[in-house]
Protein backbone atom coordinates (compact mmCIF):
# COMPACT_ATOMS: atom_id res chain seq x y z
CA UNK A 1 0.00 0.00 0.00
CA UNK A 2 1.38 3.35 -0.77
CA UNK A 3 0.96 6.46 1.33
CA UNK A 4 1.34 10.20 0.81
CA UNK A 5 4.52 12.30 2.86
CA UNK A 6 1.90 15.05 4.32
CA UNK A 7 1.64 17.16 7.93
CA UNK A 8 -1.57 18.01 9.96
CA UNK A 9 -2.58 21.09 8.53
CA UNK A 10 -0.40 21.94 5.78
CA UNK A 11 -1.91 21.96 1.89
CA UNK A 12 -1.91 18.68 0.22
CA UNK A 13 -1.44 18.78 -3.84
CA UNK A 14 -3.27 16.08 -4.87
CA UNK A 15 -6.50 15.12 -6.65
CA UNK A 16 -9.51 15.02 -4.58
CA UNK A 17 -11.86 11.87 -5.47
CA UNK A 18 -16.08 12.62 -4.32
CA UNK A 19 -17.49 9.82 -3.41
CA UNK A 20 -20.94 9.52 -1.44
CA UNK A 21 -21.49 6.33 0.95
CA UNK A 22 -24.91 5.32 1.73
CA UNK A 23 -24.91 2.77 4.80
CA UNK A 24 -26.50 -0.71 4.72
CA UNK A 25 -29.35 -1.35 7.28
CA UNK A 26 -28.48 -4.56 9.15
CA UNK A 27 -29.74 -5.74 12.43
CA UNK A 28 -27.57 -7.05 15.63
CA UNK A 29 -28.52 -10.25 17.71
CA UNK A 30 -31.10 -8.17 19.64
CA UNK A 31 -32.78 -7.13 16.79
CA UNK A 32 -31.74 -3.40 16.85
CA UNK A 33 -30.88 -1.36 13.71
CA UNK A 34 -27.02 -0.86 12.88
CA UNK A 35 -25.94 0.54 9.78
CA UNK A 36 -22.81 -0.73 8.30
CA UNK A 37 -20.45 1.29 6.50
CA UNK A 38 -18.03 -1.72 5.69
CA UNK A 39 -14.68 -0.35 6.29
CA UNK A 40 -12.04 0.48 8.54
CA UNK A 41 -9.43 3.04 8.90
CA UNK A 42 -6.25 4.06 10.93
CA UNK A 43 -3.95 6.32 11.69
CA UNK A 44 -4.96 9.95 13.21
CA UNK A 45 -3.07 12.81 14.48
CA UNK A 46 -2.70 11.29 17.94
CA UNK A 47 -1.03 7.94 16.36
CA UNK A 48 2.16 7.25 15.39
CA UNK A 49 2.33 6.79 12.13
CA UNK A 50 5.83 5.32 11.86
CA UNK A 51 4.49 2.18 13.81
CA UNK A 52 1.80 1.11 11.56
CA UNK A 53 1.39 -1.89 9.84
CA UNK A 54 0.19 -0.23 6.84
CA UNK A 55 3.78 1.65 6.95
CA UNK A 56 1.86 5.08 7.08
CA UNK A 57 4.05 7.92 6.06
CA UNK A 58 2.20 10.69 8.14
CA UNK A 59 -0.70 11.03 10.49
CA UNK A 60 -3.81 11.30 8.50
CA UNK A 61 -7.10 8.90 8.38
CA UNK A 62 -6.39 5.95 6.06
CA UNK A 63 -8.65 3.29 4.62
CA UNK A 64 -6.94 0.11 6.48
CA UNK A 65 -9.74 -2.99 5.29
CA UNK A 66 -13.10 -2.50 2.71
CA UNK A 67 -15.42 -5.71 2.63
CA UNK A 68 -16.11 -6.72 -0.52
CA UNK A 69 -19.64 -5.83 -1.27
CA UNK A 70 -20.23 -3.87 0.99
CA UNK A 71 -21.33 0.11 0.83
CA UNK A 72 -17.64 1.31 0.92
CA UNK A 73 -16.48 -0.97 -1.96
CA UNK A 74 -19.99 0.10 -3.88
CA UNK A 75 -19.03 3.67 -3.53
CA UNK A 76 -15.75 3.11 -4.69
CA UNK A 77 -13.90 3.66 -1.67
CA UNK A 78 -10.27 1.15 -1.51
CA UNK A 79 -7.31 0.24 0.69
CA UNK A 80 -5.20 2.71 1.12
CA UNK A 81 -7.14 5.49 0.34
CA UNK A 82 -6.82 8.93 2.48
CA UNK A 83 -9.95 10.61 3.76
CA UNK A 84 -9.12 14.31 3.77
CA UNK A 85 -12.94 15.40 4.31
CA UNK A 86 -16.54 13.83 5.28
CA UNK A 87 -19.14 15.75 5.38
CA UNK A 88 -17.30 18.79 5.16
CA UNK A 89 -15.48 18.18 8.71
CA UNK A 90 -11.58 17.90 7.89
CA UNK A 91 -9.94 14.57 8.59
CA UNK A 92 -6.38 15.57 7.76
CA UNK A 93 -6.28 17.21 11.71
CA UNK A 94 -8.39 14.58 13.51
CA UNK A 95 -8.15 12.01 16.34
CA UNK A 96 -9.12 8.26 15.40
CA UNK A 97 -11.12 8.47 18.05
CA UNK A 98 -12.55 11.44 16.57
CA UNK A 99 -12.82 10.22 13.04
CA UNK A 100 -14.36 7.05 13.95
CA UNK A 101 -17.13 8.99 16.26
CA UNK A 102 -17.60 10.84 13.22
CA UNK A 103 -17.63 8.17 10.57
CA UNK A 104 -20.23 6.06 12.81
CA UNK A 105 -22.86 9.46 13.73
CA UNK A 106 -23.63 9.84 9.84
CA UNK A 107 -25.68 7.36 7.85
CA UNK A 108 -24.45 8.81 4.83
CA UNK A 109 -20.84 9.81 4.22
CA UNK A 110 -19.58 12.61 1.54
CA UNK A 111 -16.20 12.00 1.76
CA UNK A 112 -13.01 13.40 -0.33
CA UNK A 113 -10.50 10.93 -0.48
CA UNK A 114 -7.12 11.06 -2.22
CA UNK A 115 -5.64 7.64 -3.64
CA UNK A 116 -2.15 7.35 -4.69
CA UNK A 117 -1.39 7.52 -8.34
CA UNK A 118 -4.32 9.01 -8.77
CA UNK A 119 -3.74 12.24 -10.53
CA UNK A 120 -7.11 12.65 -13.31
CA UNK A 121 -10.64 10.63 -12.64
Known amino acids: MSTFEHKAGTAIECL ?16 REILKCGFKIGGGIDQDFRQSPQAFTDNGIYVTDVSAEGPAWNCGLRMGD ?32 ARKGVTQT
Open 16 to 31: SIPLKLTKEISYDESG
Open 82 to 113: KILQCNGYDFTMVTHKKAVEYIKKHPILNMLI
